[in-house]
């Protein structure tokens, strides 16, 4: 087990990047994919991964000292501080760590042979999320086998909500024999009822918002640079910058537009090479209809204009929402961070309308807000036990404090309390 705690321990120190690079080069190599395409498929991927991390943080890190100066124009104040993924570190800090990474690999080779399952867990990085459900109900019930225990069924019920989304992601984004484990995905659910609920709503249904409807109905205004920019001089001014403050922010956020797709095509261009041959490789053994999908970080699903389109439209108004919304203590503003991947998973549902992308993300954080909110005393127990943060300030989250998923865990752990 001491070996096991180094690796694992070696794993999480190297971050996203590098081990999306390794995995998807050992996964070539596994599956016969070559030398040469194994190492430029994991390079490639881990350069996109990358590229991507920088250009989100890039944006983030502009954008949050102006949601932050729009917030105190309005003399918003919030009694429980947004750590944002601060909460992550429970992740790599909480005693069921190793327990939960060998439990949750096993367990998803079994399913994967067994047939219950087509997603492969390559996406190491990602199991943080059942990691931190894990350090959540180990704080509340003091008992780490519980904590591992609902951590791996988390992460296995992501297994399956990753199968039932693969098909719509790879389709939309062209990014054949990939799925994505990442609890985004758990959006994608609802996402498509309430796709449906709105084609059923005469003059809703109507309202084409597609990156593509927007440029041909306002011209240049429609271009990705031109329209990011646009909204960063707004949310510039919101804030009350100066003119060259505000026209800086216009073109950072121009550039996180522009430049976003075209990274995730680097990214792209490493996964899919590997995907194919791992398709081909259980392909030729087992016949046409034994079908397997490579994991791969959210990201991946960053690429439509739409995305980040809907993204940004939502930083303003998603603090606004938190000030509006009875019963909230969460001003959001390290958790900004997160809309973009949110984006990405109810995209392809919601046929890259960003009016329906906008609208299904107003309602959804309603009830992230809530819950971010009741659970910030176990979120503030939990980072303060591990010493990641003050025990007397109390804090939340959206990504894994308001957690639908993770909130109905963590009140069944409460019953062995």
Not at 63 to 75: C, K, Q, V, Y
Not at 152 to 176: E, R
């Amino acid at each position: 087990m001491e070996i096991v705690t180094t690796v694992s321990t070696i794993l999480s120190n190297l971050g996203s990047s590098i081990l999306v690079a390794l995995a998807m080069c050992v996964l070539g190599l596994c599956f016969r994919a070559g030398v040469g395409t194994s190492i430029r498929g994991g390079l490639y991927a881990g350069i996109g991964l990358a590229g991507l991390t920088v250009i989100i943080n890039n944006a983030t890190n502009t954008l949050t000292p102006a949601i932050t100066a729009f917030s105190e124009r309005l003399g918003l104040s919030a009694t429980i501080t947004d750590v944002g993924w601060g909460s992550s570190g429970i992740a790599f800090a909480w005693p069921g760590l190793v327990f939960t990474l060998v439990a949750i690999l096993v367990v998803n080779a079994i399913m994967v042979v067994a047939g219950l399952v087509k997603t492969m867990w390559t996406d190491i990085w990602s199991l943080w999320h059942g990691q931190v459900l894990g350090g959540f109900v180990w704080a509340l019930t003091g008992n780490v086998t519980i904590g591992v225990v609902a951590a791996v069924i988390y992460l296995v019920i992501g297994s399956f909500v990753a199968d039932y989304t693969a098909k719509t992601y790879q389709d939309f984004n062209g990014m054949p024999g990939i799925s994505v484990p990442c609890t985004v995905s758990f959006l994608g659910i609802f996402a498509r009822p309430f796709n449906y609920l709105l084609e059923k709503i005469p003059g809703i249904r109507d309202i084409n918002a597609s990156p593509e409807a927007i440029r041909k109905r306002i011209g240049i205004v429609g271009e990705l640079g031109v329209m990011g920019t646009i909204i960063g001089v707004v949310i510039g001014i919101l804030a009350g910058y100066d003119y060259a403050a505000f026209l800086n922010l216009g073109i950072q956020i121009g550039v996180l537009m522009v430049f976003l797709p075209k990274t995730v095509s680097v990214l792209c261009d490493g996964v899919i090479p590997i995907a194919n041959a791992v398709v081909e490789f259980v392909q030729e053994r087992f016949g046409e209809k034994k079908e397997i999908y490579v994991a791969v970080d959210c990201a991946a699903l960053l690429g439509h204009p739409s995305v980040m389109s809907s993204a940004v439209i939502l930083y303003p108004l998603a603090v606004l929402l938190a000030v509006l919304l009875p019963g909230n203590g969460l001003i959001p503003i390290a958790s900004l961070a997160v809309i973009p991947y949110w984006c990405g998973a109810v995209a392809p549902y919601l046929k890259g309308n960003v009016f329906r992308i906008v609208l299904f993300m107003l309602v959804w954080m309603i009830p992230v807000m809530l819950l971010a909110t009741a659970n910030a005393d176990l979120h503030t127990l939990t980072m303060g036990s591990l010493g990641l943060a003050d025990p007397n300030v109390v804090n939340s989250s959206f990504d894994m404090g308001g957690d639908p998923l993770g909130f109905l865990f963590i009140k069944i752990a409460g019953l062995f309390a």
